[in-house]
């Protein structure tokens, strides 16, 4: 009799708690490809072939390490589709008295996992996931009794907890947050360093033909694929970034540049979230490269605060809000996607830019994701589940619990308030100070009115207008609704005219 332990394709670590409580001699690991995970929504292609390839890495890693391993292929013959199944025919297969697996990133597929008791008639162990540092009963116990959840005090409450950038017990520096030294446009000619690439070995290259041959109807391209796809390069993706992109990324972590999608951005999303990546040694290193003089400290705490504060915050809220979080939808939004999201023509350069880098490496940073994109989304009023599922397909990165939060809670402010203070609503002036993709845009970002005018900026006015009942009684939105209580009524009157043409268009499938 022995143990089956299930490992997802996004728990690639030995030290995740389930392979950690199983006995290598005894005990078994399944690993599988399957439909139901690689169909639920349908992913980009790279995202895809990013996790089969390091899911099949790691298997060779744990077979490296004396563990018994099954791994199943998404084209092997016996292949049965959904994770359910790869482990009844596992428990059939070998002598299994128990089946354990480290808690899933999302609601669904827990709540699935908690059937399969029932089903396979012996009992099936959830361990947590301990690769995050706040525990679930943390940030319960924060959180409860609080009428908004703001990520800002959390963070310090995990400065303070993991001791990172402390002095005495004060924050390194006299402040919590140099959020006010994370904002410059960046100048032209600058020297952004290349992004850490690597050649595909014989597995990567095998899982890139099958992503072509089975999932050529899913959107994105698999060209020049190049991530990490084991630990070990992961490990020098962070070297990389802390040495070359540290010192810059809290100068330039709100900018944005046609034809830069990296930046000077860490891109250890896709491996922290995979595990293959601690968030504990990202953040070693860039502490480490403040102490030693190499980076300063807003790019540093810039940095810290995306992963002890962010990224442990929205995994928090995920699942103290689940499973209502999803049904919220506190500005009735209900417009369906545009087509320009999956690459449709569209005039908005802005727009362009970011859906074609999406397009192209299943990755955009942080304020593309959230100013353009999801801006659009909102001051459209986007419908929020057509707007999820389409963040959980395009980006390498994405799972639920972290997709989520930010979609909803950030962009969509699905939830009234709980995520963030107001709305991140802005008008192609914001677009226009933090990029340079209005230099090549059809419209004008100066103009606010008429048919040559930056939809963003009537579409911004017609969206407080359209929201003013419930948000204009938002103290932090008091400054803004008094702007426009004192515009010309011509000129607002002419704004909501462009925007409703603009929907109309829409509507039509037109290119706006
Ligand atoms: P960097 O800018 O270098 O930041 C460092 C790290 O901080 C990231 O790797 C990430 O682990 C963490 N981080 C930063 N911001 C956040 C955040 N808001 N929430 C959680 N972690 C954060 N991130 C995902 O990992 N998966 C998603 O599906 C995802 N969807 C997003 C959707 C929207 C609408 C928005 C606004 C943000 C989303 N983010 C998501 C957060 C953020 O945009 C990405 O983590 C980041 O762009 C990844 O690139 P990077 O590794 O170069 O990050
Ligand atoms: C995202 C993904 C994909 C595309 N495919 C698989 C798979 O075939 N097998 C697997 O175990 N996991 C896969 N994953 C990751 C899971 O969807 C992920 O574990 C859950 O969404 C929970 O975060
Ligand atoms: Fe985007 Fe408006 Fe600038 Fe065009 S003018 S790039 S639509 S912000």
Same mark, same amino acid.
């Given at each position: ?278 968030? %504990? ?5 860039? @502490?480490? !490269? $403040? /102490?030693?003089?190499?980076?300063? #400290?807003?790019?540093?705490?810039? *940095? ?48 362009? %830019? ?5 397009? @192209?490496? !299943? $990755? /955009?940073?942080?304020?593309?994701? #959230?100013?353009?994109?999801?801006? *659009? ?136």
């Amino acid at each position: 009799m022995s143990k089956l332990c299930l490992v997802l394709g996004d728990q690639l670590s030995l030290d995740m708690s389930s392979i950690q409580s199983i006995d290598k001699q005894k005990d078994r690991i399944l690993m599988a490809e399957v439909k139901q995970e690689a169909t639920y929504v349908k992913h980009h292609k790279k995202k895809i072939a990013f996790i089969f390839s390091a899911m099949r890495h790691f298997a060779q890693q744990l077979d490296a390490n004396g563990y018994q391993v099954d791994y199943i292929k998404y084209d092997d013959a016996e292949n049965a589709g959904s994770l359910l199944e790869q482990v009844k025919k596992a428990c059939r297969q070998h002598d299994i008295s128990e089946v354990t697996v480290a808690q899933p990133g999302e609601y669904r597929l827990l709540e699935d996992i908690k059937q399969w008791e029932e089903e396979l008639n012996i009992p099936v162990k959830i361990t947590p996931d301990n690769r995050f540092m706040a525990e679930q009963s943390f940030f319960h116990d924060w959180a409860e009794g609080r009428k908004q959840l703001r990520m800002e005090y959390f963070y310090r409450e995990m400065r303070k907890k993991h001791n990172y950038l402390m002095e005495s017990g004060q924050p390194t520096g006299g402040k919590w947050n140099y959020d006010n030294q994370n904002r410059e446009k960046a100048p032209k000619n600058l020297d952004i360093p290349s992004p850490t690439v690597f050649e595909r070995d014989d597995i990567t290259n095998e899982v890139i033909a099958l992503v072509k041959d089975s999932f050529s109807e899913h959107f994105g391209d698999l060209d020049d694929f190049h991530y990490a796809v084991t630990r070990k390069q992961a490990l020098v993706v962070l070297e990389e970034f802390i040495e070359h992109r540290l010192p810059k990324f809290g100068q330039y972590q709100d900018a944005m540049i046609e034809g830069e999608p990296w930046m000077y951005h860490s891109h250890v999303s896709f491996y922290i979230n995979t595990g293959l990546l601690s968030p %504990q040694e990202c953040m070693d290193a860039a @502490e480490q !490269a $403040y /102490a030693s003089g190499q980076a300063p #400290l807003n790019s540093v705490e810039g *940095f810290i605060r995306q992963i002890l504060g962010w990224r442990e915050y929205v995994r928090g809220f995920y699942w103290y809000l689940m499973p209502d979080y999803k049904e919220k939808n506190y500005l009735s939004a209900s417009r369906a996607l545009p087509d320009l999201y999956w690459g449709a023509e569209t005039k908005m350069n802005c727009l362009k %830019q970011c859906v074609k880098e999406t397009k @192209e490496n !299943a $990755y /955009a940073h942080h304020i593309q994701r #959230l100013m353009v994109l999801g801006n *659009f989304a909102l001051l459209a009023g986007l419908d929020p589940d057509q707007v999820n599922e389409w963040y959980l397909i395009v980006y390498a990165d994405a799972y639920e619990w972290v997709e989520l939060p930010n979609v909803s809670g950030m962009i969509l402010f699905t939830d009234g308030g709980l995520l963030a203070s107001k709305p991140y609503a802005a008008s192609g002036a914001y677009i226009n100070k933090m990029s340079d993709y209005c230099r090549n845009c059809e419209y004008s970002v100066k103009e606010k009115t008429g048919h040559q005018a930056c939809p963003f900026n009537y579409l911004y006015w017609d969206f407080l207008i359209r929201h003013q009942d419930v948000l204009g009684k938002n103290p932090r939105m008091g400054m803004i609704y008094n702007t426009l209580k004192k515009m010309d009524e011509t000129k607002v009157s002419h704004m909501q005219q462009d925007a409703e043409a603009f929907f109309e268009k829409l509507a039509n499938n037109e290119k706006v």
